[in-house]
């Protein structure tokens, strides 16, 4: 589903955000990529959704190779992923259903069929009571289930979630992950960016730590390198 | 379209850009007619040598008549010009008394095709008649021609190049408010980014709220344009409205109507084409 080949992405106040990441993530697999605030998970999750591109090295995504040149079909990428990210990226000035019906009228569905469509998604994730409410009316928790819908609405084969449980309580974070572990159950690759090693801890999935930019093992640092951690670890 | 304040920014300044160049077209188009209603009333006068005998005049008529752009040629006789002078002089003919007709050189009037009546080729066809030894003198008022169609030129120089400097003013000014409502549903731009919606799906109504702008702001200078034009008819003094009974200052046909309105829409679909290149990039 994803790899990166001696990737490296340095801005250009010679900031290096990553440097020379090789990964290779499996379709059907859930992944955390760990690491402290500033450690560079939220490039890699920009390159991996095209919103940056990297300065060195090659990555492909579902099949498509987006660091080609001749790469210009961000969109048909995009919809078949699903994009969560911290601050939630809802439009305040409509309804709860408004915002997941959205991503299915501008991808070209009708807006009967979009409509019903978000209805069914929000029962799915447990805010059907709130389908009409505005966006700003609702708690973190409940906004960031709403993106979560809105990424998922378009059955993507790929969710990137940057740090979808930042502003979440603990009980709402679990809810979260909840949502998160059944889409992937159903056979959603899902990139989970966190720096909640105590989340990490709670779920057995693989865990890709990053560090300084760099991919490490999580005791020292080394390019090229993955660490799985299991449950329990 | 979201934002109300800029659209109505953008369709005020493209009104006000195609008001200028309108006005400009409307004063060319009243020259350019002007000029068109004299050119058809130029006539050359050649004026016969005083003493040419009566038999020599119809020859010489048949001769005339055969130059290349001459299209009707009028002996007119002494007596006929004094005759003319009486009509003009109206009340104060009585200054002619005590002059003999027989004083006023006889002429004749030369008509010429519509094809020539314009400085260059009435230069020509004037050549031919100088070539004809029983002509004393040639008027046909050729600095007033040449003067006018100078002024002319100039205006219609004029037009075009305001019309180039408003046309980058409009696509700049366009694009620039535009950018302002782009601004505005940035929001909404994002996510139909993150969702994957296709490029044409964001630009589209973009160019459409151009499209509309620049129609409406080219409608608006040709209804300003067009009152402007009724109002000064209210204001003219009636000593004037006699002068422009004859030559009537004319409003913009419907053809140019047609074009001012074409080239706003053109201007404002291209305002936010620019706007979209420079700020609807896919990120």
């Known amino acids: ?233 | 379209m979201g934002n109300l304040f800029p659209n109505l920014i953008t369709i005020g300044i493209i009104a006000v850009s195609m008001l200028i160049f309108s006005t400009f077209t409307l004063f060319a188009f009243n020259l350019t007619n002007f000029l068109k209603i004299w050119e058809d009333k130029i006539e050359v006068i050649a004026y016969l040598k005083r003493g040419t005998p009566s038999s020599e005049v119809e020859p010489l008529l048949d001769r005339t008549r055969l130059l290349e752009g001459v299209e009707i040629v009028r002996y007119v006789s002494p007596y006929d010009a004094m005759t003319f002078m009486e009509t003009k002089l109206g009340g104060q003919k009585n200054l002619l008394q005590g002059i003999q007709p027989a004083l006023l050189p006889p002429s004749f009037e030369i008509q010429l095709k519509k094809d020539y009546r314009n400085p260059a080729k009435i230069d020509e066809v004037v050549g031919h008649l100088r070539e004809i030894g029983q002509f004393e003198e040639i008027q046909y008022g050729q600095e007033w021609v040449d003067t006018f169609s100078a002024l002319v030129h100039i205006l219609r120089l004029t037009q075009w190049i305001l019309g180039g400097l408003l046309l980058i003013a409009i696509v700049f000014i366009t694009s620039n408010t535009l950018q302002l409502a782009i601004s505005s549903r940035r929001e909404e731009i994002e996510v139909m980014h993150w969702v994957g919606a296709g490029p044409g799906f964001i630009r589209v109504p973009f160019y459409v709220e151009g499209l509309i702008q620049g129609l409406l702001g080219g409608g608006l200078a040709i209804l300003f344009l067009f009152l402007l034009h009724r109002g000064l008819f209210l204001h003219i003094p009636p000593s004037m409205q006699a002068w422009l009974a004859r030559v009537p200052v004319l409003f913009l046909p419907p053809e140019t109507i047609a074009w001012i309105l074409l080239g706003g829409t053109v201007l404002g679909f291209f305002g936010s084409f620019v706007a979209s290149i420079r700020v609807l990039r896919y990120k």
């Open chain 1, 1 to 233: 589903m994803i790899e990166m080949v001696h990737v490296f992405k340095t801005y250009p106040s010679q900031i290096s955000a990553l440097s020379d990441i090789t990964l290779e993530i499996s379709s059907g697999e859930f992944t955390f990529v760990s690491g402290p605030s500033g450690s560079g998970k939220s490039t890699l999750l920009r390159i991996l959704c095209c919103a940056e591109k990297p300065t060195g090295g090659e990555v492909v995504v579902d099949g498509v190779q987006i660091t080609h040149p001749g790469f210009k079909k961000i969109h048909q990428l995009r919809r078949r992923m699903g994009i969560v990210s911290q601050d939630f990226k809802l439009l305040r000035d409509r309804t709860v259903k408004e915002n997941v019906a959205f991503v299915l009228e501008v991808t070209g569905h009708a807006r009967g069929e979009a409509k019903s469509k978000a209805s069914d998604m929000l029962k799915r994730i447990g805010l059907e009571e709130r389908e009409e409410a505005p966006i700003l009316a609702l708690s973190a928790g409940e906004q960031q289930r709403v993106a979560i819908a809105r990424a998922v609405v378009n059955s993507p084969s790929l969710i990137l979630a940057d740090e979808p449980t930042g502003n979440l309580d603990a009980k709402t974070t679990l809810d979260v992950m909840g949502i998160f572990s059944d889409l992937n159950h159903q056979g959603t690759t899902i990139v989970f960016a966190t720096q909640f090693t105590g989340l990490i801890k709670r779920f057995p999935y693989r865990v890709i730590h990053i560090s300084n930019g760099q991919v490490s093992n999580g005791k020292k640092v080394a390019s090229n390198e993955v660490r799985e951690v299991k449950a329990g670890e």
